[in-house]
């Protein structure tokens, strides 16, 4: 029996030199381990033996299937090894074509990487949309809460609540589209920017106030390359007992900075809007030339930005907040001149008229 | 505003270059848009006519000898008006002058005119770009000294103004020479205003009456007789000319001389012309009157007027009346200095459309206290320039007079408002130079007068924008604010909105803004409900009304995009519809809409893809809704803006919520469409919102195992496949149930479809038996076949 045996495995080791894929190897393992193989015979014939001879043959049959797996093991991984390096030189430099004539991955690997990708449809926000959450987020991060208010507005928010009263000479800052009311009805207009909800929020809201508000804003006005019916403002407000211009100064630089980058300059200067006093419009060092001036900052270097200003005593007395006990800051910015300004686009038209061409780059 | 540096310096000294001065006018709040330099002269000099002499060879020429401070050189002169005595600009060969024909520029050549050679030539304003007068020869001044290059002589710079609406005090020479003089620390002189008298006194002469005071708080007068009208003088007209005035005569341009110089408006009438002698202000009765730009204006009874005995001679404060205009004829003036109430003079200067120089100054609030020393500024000039008699005194009328208060300022209120400590003495320093006068009252605080030019200054918060611009707002302070947060307010709709715009551009959707204001005929196209706002003073009938629903400008912008997109175009928008309201504002309601139309895919290597249909746009909106956390059913519909049987309501909880359809092509083709089919569907999101804000609970991944069955049956046609499925989920053992085939066609009969489910039997407790779920099924198909008439299809 042991004769046997060792025939049995040197017989196992000729064939299995010759083996030279997986399949192959499958058969061997059924031929010297499958159920039907000698060897199992053998170890299932181990029970009618005489003991002495038992032993014996228990002991080789079980050293030889021991040795028949650990065969087996080695083999698939040397054979897989050698399937994947076949199919690594087969894909080198050689290019699979199935019979029909379409490149196919089926075999090894593709005919030609630069064959475009299957389409998958792509969606974008609106840059408008884009650039005002990238803005409310920064302002978000210092503070602010982004609330909302109505487009459709009374003169009374737009302006009057504003220190603007009618045959104010600062309306003509503010050319307005006016909606068709009954007689007798309270003016009603497309608000003409987003200050209005200056007051709204105050008006229902007490001290400490953080807000910034986007929203659409509406001029009557024959449109350009830099002039559009309506466009987007983001206000903002900050209203407590300790609210300082300094505040305003560093939450607009601190502003500036995250969005534009931190090597730009940042320009404080005096200006007028009836609502604030101190008045402010804040500019930035031009971002073509650096400062030396060019076409974009008109010669003068400088690119303004936005307005802002400290809250008007009156502003605050008309909404019942004590301009002895608190003071506050406002803001104001076109939103689109923003992503004109950092895209190099040329025609503030182009956000609204909605061509896929120009949505698409964004 | 324009301001010649040249003339700002007769009232200040000014030491900078322009562009530090236009920098320091700027960063205070007067923003220098523009320098403009006149000049840039080369070989041109000033010199002195001589001599002349007829040309020999031409009838209309003359040789005249210039003397260039010693050098003396003859040109050949066409200009009617050379004469000997005169200053004139004098170009040598090589100068480069504006052809008066071409207006271009060009090198003065060498040559002989006529035979004769011309050394060099006298220049007109034209051909110097001074003015378009091109009659004759500049003549300048007397004293001009002969041989000094014209540059150093009559080359400046102008400083083009933005003046904001608060500074009217700035739309002026002197107001600006002010500033100059507090940003630079320098003293401000204001010119003399005196003069001789003679003859009768003016209250003999003249009256004047205030008939309505509110509209007019003052009125001063002057009379000027044996005047004679003629031009200005040069360095008059070229001061007008750089401000952008035209000159007229010695009377008009001191009216507007003065003006610039004060900001104060004047009128000079031709004082023959006043009837009765009297001047009347009232308000306008029912009349008109012809206005110095020859229209005929009718008068009503909110406008103030400027009348004489008989009628209206001037809208006061807007525009002078032609009957009273003074002429080459005229030897009386009587110069009108008045203060008009600003919303009088605005709304009569907005009703006319006329905006003048004196309008747009007095809208802006005048200091009545501005009128007489500008008066005594235009008599005293204009008796100099035409050398007419002054008579003796001043009419004054000023029922409107108010007294001043100064205004209390404590060092304390600077820090709350700036963030920073100013020292007094450095608060009253600062204010001074400004024209304030400051009076100490205690330690820490300053009473202070305001100067009577800045009417915009009211309230302690006005100085202290005056003590920060002056030193500069880029020295003050940065901080953040440090007080405590506001309690945060969550806003459900914008985090929704915000939410559903990230899904869609997931869903591979282009977001799209589009304008508010659309047309009436636009709306009706695409909607049954037309009630809009509109718009009172539209641009464009485009424009007309306020969308109330988003469906014209997704479409609109469909429309324009199709013709260069070949593959598929899916857009959405989210924004505002807004809602006529009886007597209030309009509801403004958040909507989201979108549109999708052509192909699945775009075309590719990969092969040919198919078209869009219903169940890609209805895709994402189950997408949508899913990641929403909301279960819509979708109904069958009746909207008449989608092709029947393809439309569907989307209800949530029992409420529509929404719409989805194929667009009509009636619809289509109305906006200009060529793209089929196009599908479009509409969202309520204020309605869609309670849906969203359940909140979210997490359910365990389930242990045990599942199983999977099919069912296939065959169901009449009309009966919907979610009537099927919602009998199979109904099985409490059920956990999930994909329709994976539906057919119609030879294989069933007519009038049926065939639709095959796969089910999957699952439980969160325990392991389910074969038996269990063949008893489950098989009370599935019974409940079908009861219920619904299904069959099992083998």
């Given at each position: 029996m042991l004769e046997k045996l060792a025939e049995i495995k040197s017989k196992a080791i000729d064939e299995l030199s010759s083996l030279s894929d997986l399949r192959e190897l499958e058969a061997w393992r059924v031929r010297y381990l499958g159920k039907k193989s000698e060897l199992t015979q053998i170890l299932r014939g181990l029970a009618s033996l005489p003991l002495e001879e038992r032993k014996a043959v228990s002991a080789s049959a079980n050293e030889?299937?021991?040795?028949?797996?650990?065969?087996?093991?080695?083999?698939?991984?040397?054979?897989?090894?050698?399937?994947?390096?076949?199919?690594?030189?087969?894909?080198?430099?050689?290019?699979?074509?199935?019979?029909?004539?379409?490149?196919?991955?089926?075999?090894?690997?593709?005919?030609?990487?630069?064959?475009?990708?299957?389409?998958?449809?792509?969606?974008?926000?609106?840059?408008?949309?884009?650039?005002?959450c990238r803005i409310c987020d920064i302002f978000v991060a210092l503070g602010f809460q982004v609330v909302e208010g109505p487009e459709v507005e009374w003169d009374y928010y737009n302006f009057e609540a504003l220190n603007i009263p009618p045959d104010h000479p600062a309306r003509d800052m503010f050319a307005t589209f006016w909606i068709e009311t009954e007689s007798g009805q309270r003016p009603m207009l497309l608000r003409t920017h987003t200050s209005p909800m200056q007051i709204r929020v105050m008006e229902r809201t007490q001290p400490p106030v953080r807000v910034v508000v986007p929203g659409k804003v509406y001029r009557y006005e024959a449109t350009d390359a830099t002039h559009e019916s309506m466009f987007y403002q983001i206000e903002g407000l900050a209203v407590d007992e300790h609210t300082t211009f300094s505040d305003l100064k560093g939450t607009l630089y601190e502003f500036a900075k995250r969005l534009f980058g931190e090597e730009r300059r940042v320009r404080f200067r005096c200006d007028y809007f009836p609502f604030v006093e101190p008045g402010v419009e804040m500019a930035i060092d031009c971002m073509a030339c650096g400062g030396s001036g060019c076409r974009l900052c008109s010669g003068t270097g400088w690119i303004e930005i936005l307005g802002a200003g400290m809250v008007h005593p009156d502003v605050l007395r008309r909404v019942n907040y004590d301009p002895e006990v608190y003071t506050g800051f406002a803001f104001g910015l076109g939103l689109e001149r923003i992503p004109m300004l950092l895209y190099g686009i040329d025609d503030i038209r182009l956000f609204y008229s909605n061509d896929l061409r120009f949505l698409r780059q964004f | 505003m324009k301001a010649p540096i040249s003339w700002l310096r007769e009232y200040v000294e000014i030491a900078l270059h322009p562009e530090e001065l236009s920098d320091k006018l700027t960063m205070s709040g007067t923003e220098v848009s523009g320098l403009e330099a006149t000049g840039g002269w080369e070989n041109i000099v000033v010199g002195e006519v001589v001599a002349i002499a007829p040309h020999p060879n031409a009838d209309r020429l003359t040789l005249a000898t210039v003397d260039l401070g010693g050098e003396r050189l003859t040109s050949v002169c066409g200009a009617p008006n050379v004469d000997i005595g005169q200053k004139v600009p004098f170009a040598h060969s090589g100068a480069q002058l504006i052809d008066p024909e071409s207006g271009e520029l060009v090198r003065l050549k060498k040559e002989k005119i006529r035979g004769i050679a011309s050394a060099g030539m006298i220049c007109s304003e034209r051909e110097l770009g001074i003015s378009d007068r091109h009659e004759g020869i500049m003549v300048l001044p007397p004293d001009a000294p002969s041989g000094t290059p014209l540059n150093e002589y009559l080359g400046d710079t102008t400083l083009?103004?933005?003046?904001?609406?608060?500074?009217?005090?700035?739309?002026?020479?002197?107001?600006?020479?002010?500033?100059?003089?507090?940003?630079?620390?320098?003293?401000?002189?204001?010119?003399?205003?005196?003069?001789?008298?003679?003859?009768?006194?003016?209250?003999?002469?003249?009256?004047?009456?205030?008939?309505?005071?509110?509209?007019?708080?003052?009125?001063?007068?002057?009379?000027?007789?044996?005047?004679?009208?003629?031009?200005?003088?040069?360095?008059?007209?070229?001061?007008?000319?750089?401000?952008?005035?035209?000159?007229?005569?010695?009377?008009?341009?001191?009216?507007?001389?003065?003006?610039?110089?004060?900001?104060?408006?004047?009128?000079?009438?031709?004082?023959?012309?006043?009837?009765?002698?009297?001047?009347?202000?009232?308000?306008?009765?029912?009349?008109?009157?012809?206005?110095?730009?020859?229209?005929?204006?009718?008068?009503?009874?909110?406008?103030?007027?400027?009348?004489?005995?008989?009628?209206?001679?001037?809208?006061?404060?807007?525009?002078?009346?032609?009957?009273?205009?003074?002429?080459?004829?005229?030897?009386?003036?009587?110069?009108?200095?008045?203060?008009?109430?600003?919303?009088?003079?605005?709304?009569?200067?907005?009703?006319?459309?006329?905006?003048?120089?004196a309008s747009l100054r007095f809208e802006k609030g005048l200091s009545a206290e501005l009128p007489l020393q500008a008066l005594r500024r235009a008599t005293q000039m204009m008796a100099e320039l035409s050398g007419g008699k002054i008579a003796r005194g001043i009419i004054d009328v000023y029922p409107g007079k108010r007294e001043v208060k100064p205004i209390s300022l404590t060092t304390k209120q600077v820090a709350r408002i700036l963030g920073i400590k100013i020292a007094r003495e450095k608060v009253a320093k600062v204010l001074g130079s400004l024209g304030f006068q400051c009076e100490r009252v205690s330690p820490g605080e300053l009473s202070v007068a305001v100067p009577y030019w800045r009417t915009d200054v009211r309230l302690a918060e006005d100085l202290v924008e005056e003590i920060a611009r002056i030193i500069g707002y880029d020295d003050l302070p940065t901080t953040l604010p440090s007080g405590a947060l506001p309690r945060y307010k969550p806003d459900p709709m914008r985090a929704l909105i915000e939410k559903v715009s990230n899904i869609l551009v997931g869903c591979g959707m282009q977001e799209v803004i589009?304008?508010?204001?659309?047309?009436?005929?636009?709306?009706?196209?695409?909607?049954?409900?037309?009630?809009?706002?509109?718009?009172?003073?539209?641009?464009?009938?485009?424009?007309?009304?306020?969308?109330?629903?988003?469906?014209?400008?997704?479409?609109?912008?469909?429309?324009?995009?199709?013709?260069?997109?070949?593959?598929?175009?899916?857009?959405?928008?989210?924004?505002?519809?807004?809602?006529?309201?009886?007597?209030?504002?309009?509801?403004?309601?958040?909507?989201?809409?979108?549109?999708?139309?052509?192909?699945?895919?775009?075309?590719?290597?990969?092969?040919?893809?198919?078209?869009?249909?219903?169940?890609?746009?209805?895709?994402?909106?189950?997408?949508?809704?899913?990641?929403?956390?909301?279960?819509?059913?979708?109904?069958?519909?009746?909207?008449?803006?989608?092709?029947?049987?393809?439309?569907?309501?989307?209800?949530?909880?029992?409420?529509?919520?929404?719409?989805?359809?194929?667009?009509?092509?009636?619809?289509?083709?109305?906006?200009?469409?060529?793209?089929?089919?196009?599908?479009?569907?509409?969202?309520?999101?204020?309605?869609?919102?309670?849906?969203?804000?359940?909140?979210?609970?997490?359910?365990?991944?389930?242990?045990?195992?599942?199983?999977?069955?099919?069912?296939?049956?065959?169901?009449?046609?009309?009966?919907?496949?979610?009537?099927?499925?919602?009998?199979?989920?109904?099985?409490?053992?059920?956990?999930?149930?994909?329709?994976?085939?539906?057919?119609?066609?030879?294989?069933?009969?007519?009038?049926?479809?065939?639709?095959?489910?796969?089910?999957?039997?699952?439980s969160p407790s325990r392991t389910l038996t074969d038996e269990e779920v063949n008893r489950a099924q098989q009370e599935i198909v019974s409940r079908l076949s009861r219920e619904l008439g299904a069959t099992l299809r083998q």
């Open positions: 030889l299937k021991a040795f028949f797996e650990t065969s087996h093991r080695e083999n698939k991984e040397s054979l897989k090894e050698r399937a994947y390096q076949e199919m690594e030189a087969a894909t080198v430099g050689r290019q699979i074509t199935l019979p029909t004539g379409i490149p196919s991955a089926e075999t090894f690997g593709i005919p030609d990487v630069t064959l475009p990708g299957r389409p998958i449809p792509l969606g974008r926000l609106h840059p408008t949309t884009q650039m005002l | 083009d103004l933005y003046i904001t609406p608060n500074r009217p005090d700035l739309l002026s020479i002197i107001g600006i020479a002010r500033e100059v003089a507090a940003l630079t620390g320098k003293a401000i002189n204001i010119p003399d205003t005196r003069y001789a008298e003679a003859g009768e006194s003016i209250g003999g002469k003249a009256s004047v009456e205030i008939r309505d005071p509110d509209l007019c708080p003052r009125y001063c007068a002057t009379l000027i007789t044996d005047a004679k009208v003629g031009p200005s003088p040069p360095w008059l007209e070229q001061r007008l000319l750089a401000c952008g005035m035209r000159p007229i005569n010695n009377i008009v341009d001191v009216t507007n001389y003065v003006m610039l110089e004060h900001g104060q408006p004047l009128h000079a009438f031709d004082f023959e012309k006043i009837s009765e002698k009297r001047i009347i202000v009232r308000r306008a009765r029912n009349e008109s009157i012809i206005t110095l730009d020859g229209m005929v204006r009718d008068l009503s009874s909110d406008m103030l007027v400027i009348a004489d005995g008989q009628r209206p001679v001037a809208i006061a404060g807007v525009m002078g009346g032609a009957g009273s205009e003074v002429t080459e004829a005229t030897t009386a003036v009587l110069i009108e200095s008045a203060n008009f109430n600003p919303a009088s003079i605005r709304r009569t200067s907005i009703k006319f459309k006329l905006g003048s120089e589009t304008y508010s204001l659309t047309s009436l005929a636009m709306l009706r196209k695409v909607t049954p409900q037309p009630a809009a706002l509109k718009v009172a003073n539209p641009i464009t009938t485009e424009q007309e009304c306020l969308r109330t629903t988003l469906r014209p400008g997704l479409l609109q912008t469909l429309s324009a995009n199709e013709k260069h997109e070949n593959n598929s175009i899916r857009l959405f928008e989210v924004g505002k519809v807004y809602l006529p309201r009886e007597g209030d504002l309009p509801e403004e309601r958040h909507m989201l809409s979108g549109v999708l139309c052509g192909t699945r895919l775009d075309q590719s290597w990969h092969g040919d893809s198919e078209r869009l249909d219903f169940f890609d746009a209805k895709g994402v909106l189950e997408t949508l809704m899913e990641r929403l956390g909301v279960a819509p059913r979708f109904e069958p519909s009746e909207d008449k803006t989608f092709s029947p049987g393809s439309r569907a309501t989307i209800v949530v909880g029992g409420e529509s919520v929404g719409t989805l359809g194929e667009l009509h092509p009636r619809v289509a083709e109305r906006c200009d469409i060529s793209s089929r089919p196009v599908y479009l569907f509409e969202i309520d999101l204020e309605r869609l919102l309670p849906a969203t804000m359940a909140p979210l609970k997490y359910r365990p991944i389930p242990k045990f195992p599942i199983t999977l069955r099919d069912i296939a049956v065959v169901v009449n046609e009309e009966i919907p496949s979610k009537r099927v499925q919602d009998i199979i989920e109904g099985s409490p053992l059920v956990s999930r149930v994909t329709l994976f085939d539906f057919y119609t066609g030879k294989q069933v009969p007519e009038g049926k479809k065939s639709l095959a489910f796969r089910v999957l039997y699952q």
